[in-house]
């Protein structure tokens, strides 16, 4: 079963705009990341946030995370063309052994 | 090469056929995965390759489907007897010390 739920499923905004994602889950964790995706092939890892994290920043991205709603967001701000792209978000359920599970992602669209 | 790769990049074939995919991971990493996605679907776990361990063989979704890590280096997955719902793209990805992990292209399989 997906351990992340990333939501909305779909997102259209026009360029200059904040997309925000948001992503929950359901067990403790060690660490949540942010993937992007573009066409259907290899992902691409956008940032990681430790569980005793709250916020993170990378560029135009910003993370948070709140442990206890077990949720999650990614900002991306003034946004671009470019930036359309399928996000998931990943979580390693709390063990150490690397596995990580992934949510059926975000399909964001960016309109120039 | 500075990152994984993935052969071939497609590959049809005809339902009861087998397939091999290959996957070759960054230079020194220990943990390498196989994941499969199908059409509009987040990421669904295969198998897991950590070091000298054991494979976490998991999330392998029939007896056909089977994978094997060299001298923990390159990894096949093999599928035989290949059917319809097998069609989808398959993600490699490795990483080092189980945390980022860093995905190839993908091998897109279409199953006639």
């Known amino acids: 079963s997906q351990q992340g739920e990333e939501d909305p499923q779909a997102l259209s905004i026009q360029e200059g705009e904040n997309a925000t994602m948001n992503c929950s889950y359901k067990?403790?964790?060690?660490?949540l990341q942010w993937y992007r995706q573009n066409s259907g092939r290899g992902l691409v890892h956008l940032i990681l946030?430790?569980?005793?994290?709250r916020e993170k920043h990378s560029g135009r991205l910003r993370v948070t995370l709140d442990t206890s709603k077990k949720s999650s967001s990614l900002l991306i701000t003034a946004s671009r063309a470019a930036d359309t792209a399928s996000y998931f978000c990943?979580?390693?359920?709390?063990?150490?052994?690397?596995?990580?599970?992934f949510g059926r992602g975000t399909q964001l669209t960016v309109w120039p | 090469g500075a990152g994984v790769s993935q052969s071939p990049s497609n590959k049809v074939t005809e339902k009861g056929k087998d397939v091999e995919l290959r996957c070759d991971p960054i230079?020194?990493?220990?943990?390498l995965y196989w994941y499969r996605q199908s059409l509009g679907q987040g990421l669904e776990f295969l198998i897991y390759?950590?070091?000298?361990?054991?494979?976490?063989k998991s999330g392998l979704p029939s007896d056909r489907f089977s994978a094997e890590r060299t001298g923990g280096s390159v990894s096949t997955l093999t599928i035989q007897r290949t059917q319809q719902e097998d069609s989808a793209v398959y993600l490699c990805?490795?990483?080092?010390?189980?945390?980022?992990?860093?995905f190839g292209p993908g091998t897109r399989l279409t199953v006639l």
């Open positions: 946030i430790r569980s005793n994290e």
């Open positions: 390759f950590q070091g000298n361990s054991a494979p976490d």
């Open positions: 067990t403790s964790i060690n660490n």
């Open positions: 990805a490795s990483s080092f010390a189980g945390y980022e992990q860093f």
């Open positions: 230079s020194g990493h220990t943990a």
């Open positions: 990943a979580t390693d359920r709390g063990s150490t052994l690397g596995r990580l599970y």
